[in-house]
């Protein structure tokens, strides 16, 4: 049976040490229009909201150094039903961003292999969906390298009986390979 092709960002699911992921996030300032499961770049400058101020953050592009995905935001109580976080300098958008969380992903095609567990891979950066406020991103099933500059690392695949890796669309496991708070010298990546 073929896999669904419905790209939903990135989910963290759990700790590499195996530890679940438990819902912790910290508190940026980010730019318009980041949908639920959309990886975002650390930016330079901060902002006050509220009463705190909070390092800002970006919709990441290919080949960046990530900082993690968006898994909330602050509501707006202008706007309460809006689905994705949109231009605001008073909300804080939310961020898993722990070095060492893995997500659960789709890639675009069919081109991720077991024998390319532990490899590093791009993404496919792709407009989220203003009406169900998730995430297109997915991951770049052409990138496969052990090139220390592409963003993520291969962790596995996803095991489900509505998952086939030998075909396109997979749900793959990754992790953030260049962190933005990563210990490796000048952040290369692992």
Not at 96 to 113: K, M, S, T, Y
Request: aromatic share 8%; proline share 5%; hydrophobic share 40%.
């Amino acid at each position: 049976m073929a896999n669904v092709d419905r790209p939903t960002g990135f989910r963290p699911v759990k700790h590499l040490t195996g530890a679940p992921y438990n819902g912790q996030f910290n508190k940026y300032y980010g730019d318009a229009n980041l949908f639920m499961g959309d990886l975002v770049i650390k930016e330079a400058a901060g902002q006050a909201i509220g009463s705190g101020a909070y390092p800002g953050c970006g919709r990441a592009a290919a080949y960046g150094i990530l900082l993690g995905a968006v898994v909330g935001w602050e509501p707006d109580p202008a706007a309460l039903d809006r689905l994705y976080y949109a231009t605001s300098n008073t909300l804080a958008v939310y961020i898993a961003d722990a070095p060492d969380l893995i997500f659960e992903c789709q890639e675009n095609n069919a081109g991720v292999a077991a024998a390319d567990v532990g490899l590093n891979c791009d993404i496919v950066v792709a407009a989220g969906s203003t009406t169900t406020g998730i995430s297109n991103m997915e991951v770049d099933g052409d990138t496969e390298a052990t090139t220390i500059d592409e963003p993520l690392k291969i962790m596995g695949f996803v095991n489900s009986p509505d998952n086939d890796p030998t075909l396109a669309n997979a749900k793959l496991l990754v992790m953030i390979n260049q962190h933005s708070y990563g210990t490796e010298a000048g952040t290369t990546g692992i």
